[in-house]
């Protein structure tokens, strides 16, 4: 993996590397550098790595979406909170008393649906779940064609 890292090691430059940490399953790649540097280096080191194929990045499942997919999305494309509609009511509820632990039911579900495509879309990429499928597929056809 060395061999590919010399784009990735070369974005260091002049900086302090105090220690760096690969993992025995090829999904970790530590590096310890100084804090006031992290926040700028990170996002840069995350795409390199990518674009050199330095980890395990064929399967999404295991790497997920680039430093940009995740942070560059554009603003405008997020609603308001489903708070500040019900702002008045909230703060009326407060007055009654606190602690109070709100939650707004068709986020909740909205949430919950996304969680659930999520899961199924990774549940039938995965290879387990393939294999699973087959297995049962086999199971079924066996119990039929012995009955």
Do not use: C
């Not at 590397?17 to 996002?43: C, G």
Request: charged letters at 25%.
């Amino acid at each position: 993996m060395l061999h590919r890292l010399s784009a990735v090691l070369a974005e260091f430059g002049p900086l302090r590397v105090h220690l760096i940490s690969q993992s025995s399953n090829n999904l970790n790649l530590t590096f310890v550098v100084d804090e006031e540097v992290a926040a700028d280096l990170v996002p840069r080191l995350h795409e390199l790595l990518i674009k050199a194929e330095a980890m395990r990045v064929e399967d999404a499942a295991v790497f997920g979406p680039s430093w940009r997919e995740l942070y560059t999305k554009p603003q405008s494309t997020q609603s308001a909170p489903w708070w500040r509609a019900r702002r008045t009511d909230l703060l009326a509820l407060a007055r009654t008393g606190t602690p109070r632990y709100v939650y707004d039911l068709a986020s909740v579900r909205a949430n919950a649906q996304a969680l659930r495509r999520k899961f199924r879309s990774w549940i039938a990429g995965s290879t387990r779940s393939r294999r699973m499928r087959t297995r049962q597929s086999w199971v079924k056809s066996w119990h039929k064609n012995s009955a």
